[in-house]
């Protein structure tokens, strides 16, 4: 797979990080060709590698589910480790968007993409992903990037923008204005016609029908429902629930523990880490030095395990695309000297106050 292709031009970018960033993708390339040439499986097997990991974490979840029913699991251990199960969909996911399995075979493709799709339907549909996603790469940190600034990069940390992170509906509902804008600005660097710019806002619209409106429904309904118990019992207030109404709680309620909220502590695991670990605003365009940082501290380990060490190897991808998540896992501590000194920032947690700028506010 031609890794180089997908790359962003580095002919505008100046000349100290074109030649760092030259250094790192040819070190992770060369990296990459001696880890398959002493494991030549790992190239000859990847569909069949993708398709174990598909399968493996469905059943898990599905068994996890079936732990919870019967009461073998409680909720509060069914729920991370449905979350984790889930967060390998979520790497395959990208793996598919970038065609790392059945390249040549799309019926297969999809089918994976319909399955991670299905476990995991608090996200957009990952057919629309995959524009976005491509696009990221091309933009990555500047203000057209729709996949990144919709999951808070770039805002001010607060309040909002912790509830934003972990919920997909509410990064849209608290700040609708700015989701236009972002979107508006996304279309009109994308699309080539008018025709097209009215396609990709359609596609857009439904981006997260029906499996996200169904999902979101289920899962607000569920916090709305327990949340307004809880409060009438915190004021006194006896309230007696209709029997309709419990049952049909009863079973929105083991969605919640089987699904829903698995889905939610995993994505504000991977959009805490990827919106912060992502920088924006003041990103040379295609300047890949740039765009990321890796976080090596101990402090983000429980949120690494819910989305594969993602800060920890997500930047070697930006460099060189073709090596799956796993891939890139096994080869990033061996390349984080060679990083490092080329630039890359490590642990730079002064980014949360910066609304992740590379440099710190102008004084006045």
């Known amino acids: 797979m031609n890794a180089q292709a997908r790359l962003p031009s580095e002919g505008r970018i100046n000349p100290v990080d074109a030649a760092r960033s030259q250094r790192i993708r040819q070190g992770i390339l060369e990296a990459g060709n001696a880890l398959r040439a002493r494991q030549p499986w790992l190239e000859k097997h990847q569909n069949a590698i993708g398709m174990a990991i598909f399968w493996t974490s469905i059943a898990g979840i599905l068994g996890n589910a079936w732990a919870y029913y019967t009461g073998v699991m409680s909720w509060w251990m069914a729920i991370p480790v449905a979350a984790f199960f889930m967060s390998l969909l979520h790497e395959l996911e990208h793996d598919l968007i970038h065609m790392m399995y059945f390249r040549k ?14 476990f995991r339907p608090s996200t957009i549909s990952p057919w629309v992903r995959r524009r976005l996603h491509i696009h990221h790469h091309k933009v990555s940190g500047t203000e057209s990037d729709l996949e990144e600034r919709g999951i808070t990069n770039g805002e001010k ?11 997909n509906m509410l990064a849209i509902y608290l700040r609708p204005f700015a989701t ?7 279309i009109r660097e994308v699309a080539k016609s008018k025709a097209e710019a009215h396609a990709i806002a359609r596609e857009n619209v439904l981006g997260y029908f029906p499996l996200g409106l169904v999902n979101y429904t289920l899962w607000h309904g569920f916090l709305v429902y327990h949340a307004g ?3 009438a019992s915190a004021l006194g207030m006896d309230v007696t629930v209709p029997a309709m109404l419990q049952n049909v709680m009863h079973a929105v309620s083991f969605y919640a523990v089987a699904i829903a909220a698995p889905n ?3 994505t504000f695991c991977l959009h805490f880490v990827s919106s912060n670990m992502h920088y924006y605003g003041d990103v040379e365009k295609g300047n890949i030095v740039q765009q990321c940082q890796i976080w090596t501290t101990p402090w983000a380990i429980p949120l690494h395990l819910f989305c594969f060490n993602f800060a920890g190897t997500h930047a070697l991808h930006h460099f060189v695309v073709r090596d799956p998540f796993y891939v890139r896992q096994w080869l990033a501590p061996g390349l984080y000297p060679l990083m490092r000194e080329n630039g890359i920032r490590f642990n730079d947690f002064g980014t949360f106050s910066r609304a992740n700028r590379l440099a710190e506010p102008a004084t006045a």
């Open 105 to 118: 075979n799309k019926f297969w493709n999809d089918f994976m993409l319909a399955g991670v799709w299905l």
């Open 157 to 167: 940390w607060g309040i909002r923008r912790l509830l934003m992170t972990g919920d």
């Open 180 to 186: 236009y804008r972002m979107t508006r600005t996304f």
């Open 229 to 231: 118990l809880f409060a």
């Open 264 to 266: 939610a502590l995993r």
